[in-house]
Every structure is written in C-alpha cells, then in structure tokens.
C-alpha cells in the first residue's frame, strides 16, 4: 500500500531487476529487489526510461472501478455467501465440496448435469451457499494479487489424524491478510488415531480458539468421506453469513470476478463469472478484464439455461471477443458503444504497458499493483 519495491518497478517498466538495481546505483541509491523505492527514486528511474509519471490523481478512464457506482444503502438485499474451502494437501478439500455438492445440490434440482464452472450454489434451510471449487489457495493468491476479492468466509479444512501442516498455517495466513473469517472443518473424524482434541489444540497457536475455550472460531467436525457433520457446516456458514451481513443491490448492472476461463472449440470465449453485485442478464453489455463484449448465453452450476441471474451466483458467459484472466473484473454497461469503446481503451493500454515504450505509467497505477 503506497508503495512499489525495486523488482515490482523493473516489471512494470519490462526491465530486468540487476538493470535497474544499476541503473538506482548509479544514482547514488543502494537498493535489493524487495526495497521500497521512494517517489524521487520512481521518478528518476522512470525518466532514465523516457516514461513519464503522472502524480496528479486524476479520473483513470481504463480503470473499470471508475464505472461502479456506489449502492444506496437503502437498496441493498441479503446475498448468499461466497465460500472458499483451503486446507493442507490430502486432508478432504475436494472430498468436502464432492460431498456438499451431492447431499444438497440433488434435493430440489434432480436431473441437472452438474457443470464444472468454479463454482456452485446449494440451498441450506431455505437459503443459499456459494461455494467456489477452484482450489483455495490458488482463488486467493491469484486472485488477490489482482486485486479481487470474492470470499466471505474460508473454510479451513484439517484432517483430524494428521494436524496442523505448512498448507494449514498457509492457509490461515491467507485468510487472515484478506480479513474473511474462518470456520475451522475437523475432517477425517471417522478414521482412526483421530484426534479433533489435538487439531484445536495446535490451531490455538493460531489464534484460532474454539468457543468452548473462551475463544471466538466456530469448529465443526466432519467426515467428509461419510458425510457426517455437513448439516452442521452449512448452518454454521450461514450464521457467520448473517452476523457479517453481506449484502448486495440486485437491481442494477452487474459487476463481479472471473473465476476462471478458456477457448473453447465451439463456443469461442467461455468465461465463468461470479456475480458480485446486481444482476447479470442475457445481451448486457459487458468489459471483461481487457476484452468486452455481448453476454450471448449464459448456464448456470447445473448446466441449465438461464437468462439473468443476481447477486454471489456463479455462471457461465459466451460472447466476449477474447479469453479474459482468473481475477479479472467485469462491469455491465447500459450500451454496447460505451463498453467498446472502455474495452478498447483497455486493450490498447495492455499493449502500451507491454511494449513499455513510452508508455504512461501513472503512480497510482503503479500503486494499484500491490
Ligand atoms: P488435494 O487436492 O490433493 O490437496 O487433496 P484434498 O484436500 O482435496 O483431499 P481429497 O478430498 O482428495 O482427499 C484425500 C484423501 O482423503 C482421499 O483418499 C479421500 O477419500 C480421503 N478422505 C477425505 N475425507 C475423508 C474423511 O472424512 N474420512 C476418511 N476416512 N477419508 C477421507
Ligand atoms: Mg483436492
């Protein structure tokens, strides 16, 4: 925050970190790869390049934050929460969302073909869960490293008989930095030699304290495998929901994450979306990342159809005339000109930026990074 190190400006600028490390010390600044540069330091170095460095803020025309405009408080609804399971290697991640996904998914909605779009919404005592399945760690690290946040609460996955492990304390951390509250999944409880005790313990080094023992962290235990406890989860999931009171407006354009995309042979650019806020409908106008669009058709987590849907849903889009990034955010517009034209603007600054002559780089810009 309010700051970029040596090896970030070199990668903005498409120059080798030792290149600019010499050029710094031919300055007289002695500097390492991770050492925080200073504004007078930026700017010489940027001037060494021929790029120019606009310090005044001014209204980012490629930026899509500049299009979304801030919700009256008054129009916002309760949305589903959006849930990231992470975990250690090997202790029930997949298992978890494979079981959740059969025991709710199928009650009310038998016969879907279920579509792997990164994600899937079930339904726990009339309301819905979010939860994305692209793996944990790679959803925040991605993803927050390009500046998308798109989970409520983490659900931290440890196999009774085997503890606390790096992955574990990893993710903890992640977490943490991202400020999503955890629920803490004792998995595994139906093997032997296994210790939920043990698992609590270990994790109090964490700060993540159990209620019984005076602490605020919800545990629940779990057999993934048998699918024992996931009632459980799911109500604990939907508490933590209501006491964060997430809330979104489903009554404007849509804006949202891509949680992942491909070519496809057939279709062209399919993307899956999460919808963040208001409501996505077949023809918006969309910019997507550095490609925009036409929203062309759109099928929901269970291979259907569908022609609009609102707040924390995922889903799955056509029609954009390339293939955008995991993290990318996407902004509806009223018409198609206005997304154009933005989608342009951004794609001809994706290739300034990569060719990196000349290109105007702006401080913020350069702050937007980190
Ligand atoms: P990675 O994706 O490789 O990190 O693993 P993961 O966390 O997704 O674990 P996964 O769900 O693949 O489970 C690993 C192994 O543990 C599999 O053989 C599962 O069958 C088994 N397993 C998962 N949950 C349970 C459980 O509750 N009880 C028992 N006995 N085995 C489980
Ligand atoms: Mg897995």
Redesign the pocket.
């Known amino acids: 925050s309010g700051s970029i190190n040596v090896g970030e400006l070199a990668e903005k600028l498409n120059k080798e970190t030792n290149e600019i490390i010499k050029k710094l010390m031919f300055l007289g600044v002695m500097a390492t790869k991770n050492q925080d540069l200073d504004t007078d330091a930026i700017e010489l170095i940027c001037g060494e390049y021929g790029v120019e460095v606009e310090q005044e803020i001014e209204i980012d025309k490629t930026d899509l934050a500049t299009y979304i405009e801030e919700d009256d408080q008054k129009k916002l609804k309760e949305r589903p929460p959006v849930v990231t399971i992470m975990?250690?290697?090997?202790?029930?991640?997949?298992?978890?969302?494979?079981s959740i996904r059969n025991t709710k998914v199928t009650e009310g909605e038998a016969g879907g073909i279920t579509q792997h779009i990164g994600a899937y919404q079930v339904e726990a005592n009339g309301k819905k869960v979010t939860f994305l399945d692209t793996?944990g760690h790679a959803a925040f690290t991605s993803m927050r490293s390009r500046g998308a946040q798109v989970t409520d609460i983490a659900i931290l996955?440890v196999?009774a008989d085997d503890g606390v492990m790096p992955?574990t304390i990893e993710a903890i951390n992640h977490a943490k930095a991202a400020e999503v509250p955890i629920i803490v999944a004792v998995?595994?409880?139906?093997?032997e030699g296994a210790n939920p005790d043990r698992v609590m313990q270990e994790l109090t080094e964490h700060e993540l304290i159990p209620e019984d023992w005076g602490g605020e962290t919800i545990f629940v235990q779990?057999?993934?495998?048998?699918g024992?406890g996931i009632d459980d989860l799911l109500e604990m999931i939907l508490l933590v929901a209501e006491v964060e009171e997430l809330k979104a407006n489903p009554n404007r354009l849509a804006n949202g994450t891509v949680i992942d995309a491909q070519l496809d042979k057939g279709r062209g650019s399919v993307a899956s979306l999460l919808v963040q806020n208001g409501t996505l409908k077949v023809g918006d106008p969309i910019v997507v990342g550095n490609t925009f669009g036409r929203v062309r058709a759109m099928v929901n987590d269970l291979g259907k159809r569908v022609k609009s849907v609102g707040p924390s849903t995922p889903v799955e889009i056509t029609g954009l005339n390339d293939v955008p990034l995991a993290g990318d955010r996407f902004v509806v517009f009223k018409d198609e000109k206005t997304a154009r034209q933005i989608g342009e603007m951004r794609q001809q600054k994706e290739l300034e930026v990569k060719r990196g002559d000349k290109a105007k780089v702006s401080l913020e810009d350069l702050f937007e990074r980190i």
């Open positions: 975990g250690h290697v090997d202790h029930g991640k997949t298992t978890l969302l494979d793996p996955v196999a992955q998995n595994k409880i139906d093997k779990l057999s993934a495998l048998k024992e």
